[in-house]
């Protein structure tokens, strides 16, 4: 109880002094006090530390309650500074306060704050302090009465700790002090005393008792007064009533003594206020609360009871109590819970009885109790000791929670559903919060993204995955927290690699309605969306494929017309002619254009294939031998052939075709040398594979692959290279239709090719074909046939095209047929009909308007099974329909075709057996 000694204020010399008598030499001039035997007195009746220092903040008086409540020698004290036994975190505000009465001169509120004591105890205390001054009014220090707070404030902690003490009203009553003149007017008094009645020091130094008492309380007081001035004896406590500045009344208790000087003759009075206005207040407050309680005790919700400790009888239970154990309460009070059979499990009253005898209360033990019929009534039972009555006894509160149970047990059997789904699903499933962080991830997540979930909880996605692939994640997320549901497809890289994760989330909702967070479902669809694409791929270029093979029917049928009529005009042109010269130029180049539509046709899969088991090995030498005359030599050609290979079905003419398109632009794309390697290998493609882009129902495959080690290709020009007229060559140095040629011929061979390539690390090509279990037959030679001539035979000629019809009657009159022509199937039919017993053979085009070739060839086959019929498209007969249609035809030819070709073809089939079968 020092103070800091203010900014620039002097620092005036004093003494200390023990106790009162040690000092009074040395005191300074109180002129606030009439005398220092009066002062003397006044400080043996407060009870309290009364302290003066200098205004350096040392000592320099203080009573005997000081070195009490310090625990310290008066000499050791003295020599003690303020932040000395200060609590070191009181002591900025202790000095601020003594330093604002000295700046203000007005006394301080009364202020709470610890001291350290002797034996390093914290004590609290609260102080009031006033400045000092001397006869010329200077400051000269401060003075204060402090009170030992310590009790009280554990009081007021264990009040707080007591849940039933709380119920219970605790106030300090703070007493007021007075001193008087003989005729009652006010020479000294406290600041509780004018705080209690509203005036401030000034206001209230000089008044009258009369001045703040009701009339009758003042002729009361002149009586004790009296009476205590004859008699010199103190006076009882009486009740007063006063009042305020206000004018609201005051309730106090007051004594009163007399008050002598030091010759023992009486001066005044002095007297302590005990302001009992909150009291009387309280206590009509208290029977009103008393009324509620009991009122509240009757409605609350919990069953609240009272027993004896001594006998553990019941003394109070409300309704809430009887209504769930099913006993009136003239049944339960006297009882006993045994008694009641309250019980399920008897053990339970010992326990709850040594938790309460060891800690002096019971908090939210479970018991189980049951009722008068029998019902198990789960419940939270807690117990505080209880003075009722004048008895000791024990409050219980029990709270039922036998449906809170029950829900915790359901909640813990969904939780458990829940966990069990979670980890057991194929899926990654995640959590997260408002903040978009991971609350739960279960074990496929972790193993999907290669991450422990310790990676994840609590985290955001910028704080676990590569920023370049959060920010669409995270718009998409921020919907979902705005209430939508999202399904989409996310791209994550996993280590160095894009993968693709197919994720639906959606938001988690509070039982308020509000939006707490997110649930996601995630699969990784990397491998379905390349198979996908890859379809897509796959019916794009077949799309392609039939367009192309429309476009190479109806070409055919015009290089027929021009190919045939040219091959008549040389026939009827001698050599000599000059122009028979012109009409083989015509010839040729309609030839070569024939061949571009075998291209188209060969892409479309529509392409006259002449497949044989085929030793792929050897196909992979022939080539390689035409190869190395094509290619520089600085292109090394390489094979790795795998022994024995297993056996295809190919068109040797056709695959060679292929091997070298691609062998060619492998040697475009090495401009400065590399190397070009073959490879093969039997091998069986795994199931998705084979499902996608080979036929499901074999299992074995031959795979070559070619690869060179050129610049590569872009993604871009991989996912062109199989269309037809795609081209990365200058113009004029490619038509565009070797890869699509190649595409096609596969395809027509059952098989499927892709394409493997990265930009600065060449390509390879990898084609699949299925083996077969036949052997490779030996090679055979071919004998030029001679033209053969018609006999007279009757030829019917059905095709839709008006100058194919002549060309072709053209053709065979001159080489001694007879032609029937008929425009359309319908036509043809009729035709046959007429003349069945004359017609030696049907040229039926396949494809026309109304009723097409394979439908005319059925109705002809029902007139006469043995007619025979060549069958001519511009298109090849591929199986399946092929091998329906080639079972009842006779023959097929392929658009465009030459007079020699057709004419051999005719002889052929004419030299044929009639078959027997439909």
């Not at 009882?335 to 499990?345: G, Q």
């Not at 009253?349 to 789960?378: C, H, W, Y």
């Not at 920023?467 to 996993?494: C, F, H, N, T, Y």
């Amino acid at each position: 109880m020092t103070a800091a000694l203010p900014p620039g204020s002097p620092a005036p010399s004093g003494s200390d002094g023990g106790n009162v008598s040690g000092i009074e030499s040395k005191l300074p001039v109180r002129r606030h006090h009439p005398s220092e035997a009066h002062f003397h007195r006044m400080l043996a009746l407060i009870r309290a530390s009364y302290f003066e220092s200098d205004l350096a903040g040392r000592l320099t008086f203080f009573n005997e309650y000081v070195t009490r409540l310090h625990g310290r020698s008066a000499e050791t004290l003295r020599q003690l500074r303020p932040k000395d036994f200060l609590a070191p975190d009181d002591v900025q505000r202790v000095y601020e306060m003594f330093e604002t009465v000295y700046r203000t001169g007005n006394p301080s509120p009364v202020m709470e704050y610890q001291i350290i004591d002797a034996d390093g105890r914290r004590v609290s205390v609260e102080t009031a302090t006033s400045l000092l001054r001397d006869d010329e009014g200077t400051p000269i220090g401060f003075c204060g009465i402090s009170r030992d707070i310590t009790e009280r404030k554990r009081t007021e902690k264990a009040l707080r700790d007591s849940e039933s003490k709380h119920r219970g009203i605790i106030e300090n009553m703070e007493e007021g002090y007075y001193e008087t003149d003989p005729t009652g007017q006010l020479t000294y008094f406290n600041d509780t005393s004018a705080r209690n009645l509203g005036y401030s020091r000034e206001e209230m130094m000089g008044l009258s008792y009369r001045d703040f008492m009701t009339p009758d309380t003042a002729a009361k007081t002149f009586e004790v007064f009296n009476a205590v001035h004859q008699s010199g004896q103190p006076a009882k406590v009486y009740a007063c009533e006063l009042i305020r500045k206000d004018g609201s009344r005051s309730f106090q208790e007051i004594s009163v003594s007399l008050t002598r000087n030091a010759a023992g003759e009486p001066t005044g009075f002095f007297g302590i206020a005990r302001d009992r206005t909150e009291a009387l207040q309280m206590e009509r407050d208290l029977a009103e609360r008393e009324a509620g309680y009991r009122q509240i005790l009757s409605c609350a919700p919990y069953s609240i009871t009272v027993t004896r400790q001594s006998d553990a009888r019941y003394l109070e239970a409300n309704d809430a109590f009887c209504t769930r154990t099913g006993y009136s309460r003239e049944e339960v009070i006297g009882a006993t819970a045994t008694e009641l059979d309250l019980y399920t499990d008897p053990a339970d009253r010992a326990r709850i009885m040594n938790t309460f005898n060891l800690q002096g209360g019971v908090d939210g033990m479970e018991v189980t109790f049951k009722s008068r019929n029998g019902d198990p009534l789960e419940t939270l039972v807690a117990a505080r000791p209880l003075r009722f009555r004048g008895e000791d006894c024990i409050l219980f509160i029990t709270t039922e929670i036998t449906a809170l149970k029950r829900a915790q047990r359901e909640l813990a059997k969904s939780e458990q559903r829940f966990r069990t789904i979670v980890e057991s699903a194929q899926d990654a499933i995640f959590l997260k919060d408002e903040s978009l962080r991971y609350t739960l991830v279960n074990p496929v997540m972790e193993k999907l993204f290669g991450l422990a979930a310790e990676a994840f909880i609590g985290r955001t996605n910028e704080e676990v995955f590569h920023p370049e692939d959060v920010a669409a994640v995270k718009r998409s997320e921020q919907r979902v927290l705005q209430g939508r549901i999202v399904e989409e497809d996310e791209r994550w890289r996993i280590g160095s690699r894009p993968r693709i994760f197919h994720s639906i989330k959606v938001p988690l909702v509070d039982h308020d309605g509000r939006i707490t967070g997110l649930c996601g479902f995630t699969r990784d669809m990397t491998a379905t969306r390349n198979l996908e694409a890859q379809l897509l791929q796959a019916q794009k270029m077949e799309a392609i494929g039939i367009l192309a093979g429309g476009i190479s029917h109806d070409f055919n049928n015009l290089l027929q017309a021009i190919i045939g009529y040219t091959q008549l005009l040389i026939a009827e042109t001698p050599s000599p002619d000059p122009r028979a010269g012109k009409l083989r130029a015509i010839e040729n180049a309609a030839r070569r254009a024939s061949e571009l539509t075998g291209q188209l046709l060969a892409f479309s899969r529509k392409a006259e294939s002449h497949p044989l088991p085929t030793d792929l090995n050897q196909a992979v030498r022939q080539v390689k031998k035409l190869l190395e005359r094509t290619i520089p030599k600085m292109i090394a050609i390489r094979l790795d052939l795998a022994e024995p290979i297993m056996t295809v079905n190919a068109d040797a003419v056709q695959l060679e075709q292929v091997l070298l398109n691609i062998g060619l632009n492998a040697r475009d794309a090495m401009p400065e040398g590399g190397c070009l390697t073959f490879t093969t290998a039997n091998i069986q493609p795994e199931h998705n594979f084979r499902r996608i882009h080979l036929d499901e129902t074999i299992q074995d495959y031959v795979l070559l692959s070619i690869s060179d080690t050129g610049h590569g290709m872009t993604p871009e020009v991989k996912q062109h290279m199989f269309e037809p007229f795609f081209t990365t060559k200058q113009k004029g140095h490619g038509t565009g239709l070797g890869m699509a040629m190649a595409y096609g011929l596969i395809k027509n061979h059952r098989g499927h090719i892709n394409c493997e390539s990265v930009p600065g690390q060449g390509t390879t090509f990898n084609i699949y074909l299925p083996a077969i279990k036949e052997p490779v037959p030996p090679p055979r030679e071919e004998i030029e046939p001679a033209i053969a001539r018609g006999r007279g035979e009757t030829v019917l000629v059905v095709d839709d095209e008006l100058f194919l019809r002549d060309l072709t009657r053209d053709m065979l009159s001159l080489h001694g047929y007879d032609v029937l022509l008929a425009e359309s199937g319908e036509a043809g039919l009729a035709l046959f009909k007429a003349h069945k017993e004359r017609i030696a053979l049907v040229i039926l085009d396949l494809i026309m308007p109304g009723m097409g070739g394979k439908q005319c060839l059925v109705e002809i086959m029902k007139i006469d099974p043995r007619t025979k019929v060549l069958i001519a498209s511009g298109f090849a007969m591929d199986a399946p329909t092929g091998d329906t249609i080639l079972s009842k035809a006779a023959g097929f030819i392929q658009k465009p075709y030459n007079m020699a070709k057709l004419l051999q073809t005719l002889n052929e089939v004419m030299g044929q057996k009639p078959s027997d079968d439909g």
